[in-house]
């Protein structure tokens, strides 16, 4: 895996970006959305990016796995692969979706490598503007060739971020949901965990809460957000393992930060128990 050309898979994920998504962006045809879940839409650009790079990724590294986010739609079970040691990329062929699908240009595509349950490498491509971020176990993130890195952030009720308030009971949400903007400087969700960990990585944004954990939306943000100085861990203090489907996520830019949104987070109410 070490020989593996990062800058390879990064043209790959690119190419496949402008032959497939961006020729649908602000184009798709009714037939091209449709709805797989309650307010969960796939376009054609999702289905046929994922198919071209699970058949392409896996020649760039024999004896390489693929999980897709699509893919497990059709068949849950597929996360199986993690439990291995085979490498697995983790394709998620169209991260924002619906603001794709609704002409906004949030939305990215996301592939991480990922072993013994580790996030390895990961690549997040930008189709509507070019760009290009990178990241390796102890090897840094980049974003066109230039290394981010991030210090310490700022005071609580300077920060940027967004926390998911399902993470409480239904009859909490009102008031956690006060209490967090009177907290915390600006609470805003992008509706893309991609751009989110991208823009974290920047320190354009400061910190995220997830709820429940998919590795199609999270490996890449992890290792990015790691890798350019940036903290993130499960909130019950177990490591991240990319194939377990838990709850709780918090990213924040340094580990004093991370300890006092986690506080609030556990003190604001408690916890749906859902």
């Known amino acids: 895996m070490r020989n593996l050309d990062m800058d390879k898979v990064a043209r790959l994920i690119a190419a ?3 032959d497939v998504i961006l020729p649908r962006f602000r184009a798709l045809q009714d037939h091209e959305v449709m709805e797989k879940g309650l307010g969960d839409i796939v376009t054609a650009a999702d ?19 693929v999980v897709g986010e699509e893919a497990h739609h059709v068949d849950p079970t597929i996360t199986a692969r993690f439990a291995g ?9 169209l991260d924002g979706t619906r603001n794709f699908s609704k002409g906004s240009t949030t939305f990215c595509m996301l592939v991480a490598l990922v072993q013994n349950q580790t996030p390895r490498m990961a690549w997040l491509v930008d189709p509507s503007t070019g760009r290009i971020a990178m990241a390796e176990e102890g090897g840094g993130a980049t974003l066109d060739g230039t290394p981010m890195k991030t210090g310490p952030g700022p005071a609580l009720d300077e920060m940027v971020g967004q926390l998911n308030l399902n993470w409480y009971a239904s009859a909490d949400r009102a008031a956690v949901r006060a209490a967090t903007e009177k907290r ?30 998919w590795p199609w939306d999270h490996a890449v943000g992890v290792l990015m957000r790691r890798e350019s100085g ?14 377990d489907r838990v709850e709780g ?26």
């Open 16 to 18: 496949v970006g402008a």
């Open 184 to 213: 915390f400087g600006t609470i805003h969700r992008l509706q893309c965990a991609g751009h989110d960990f991208f823009m974290q990585s920047q320190g354009l944004r400061h910190f995220s809460f997830y709820r429940r954990l």
């Open 249 to 274: 996520l918090l990213s924040a830019p340094d580990p004093d930060s991370w300890q006092e949104i986690r506080t609030f987070i556990r003190t604001a109410a408690p916890a749906n128990p859902s």
């Open 47 to 65: 289905l046929e990016a994922e198919e071209r790079l699970t058949t392409e990724l896996p020649a760039l590294l024999p004896g390489s796995l």
């Open 230 to 243: 940036g903290v993130v861990g499960r909130i019950d203090d177990a490591p991240y393992r990319a194939g």
């Open 85 to 93: 040691d085979a490498p697995v990329w983790v394709i998620d062929p």
